[in-house]
């Protein structure tokens, strides 16, 4: 029976703190790090009414990252073809937008021909994203 226990006890272990964090990261998004995107943002004067996330399918709740910049209760999704609204407001600019989304990039692009595209490295393994910065 004791060793019941202590297989068991291995076997529960494993589950939880490796197995399930290896999954959860792997399909979990870094809202942490798009926060951190928009805190350092604000810090360098674009007004926090102007960093957006552009939606894609199965990608990123937009509600998360304002929490971790410290401004919880905002949604910052704008999505594809609204886009051309964001002209309307006046300053820089952020918009964060998945890996994937080459429409939004294109669409980005054409509105912004001054706009300057990076792609933001993430911790974690095929979670980077796009930041396109309008000065």
Do not use: C
């Not at 943002?41 to 957006?52: C, K, L, S």
Request: glycine share 6%; aromatic share 12%; charged share 15%.
């Amino acid at each position: 029976a004791g060793i019941l226990l202590v297989l068991s006890s291995f076997q529960n272990y494993d589950l939880v703190f490796r197995q399930y964090n290896d999954q959860y990261t792997q399909r979990a998004w870094n809202t942490s790090e798009m926060g951190a995107v928009m805190t350092e943002a604000i810090q360098n004067g674009v007004p926090a009414d102007n960093v957006w996330i552009v939606p894609y399918p199965h990608w990123v709740d937009t509600r998360l990252p304002p929490i971790w910049a410290g401004l919880p209760g905002r949604d910052i999704a704008m999505p594809r073809e609204k886009l051309p609204d964001t002209l309307n407001a006046a300053g820089p600019k952020i918009f964060m937008a998945t890996i994937d989304d080459l429409e939004t990039l294109a669409a980005l692009q054409s509105l912004y021909p001054l706009g300057q595209l990076r792609r933001y490295e993430s911790a974690m393994v095929s979670h980077d994203f796009w930041i396109f910065s309008v000065p």
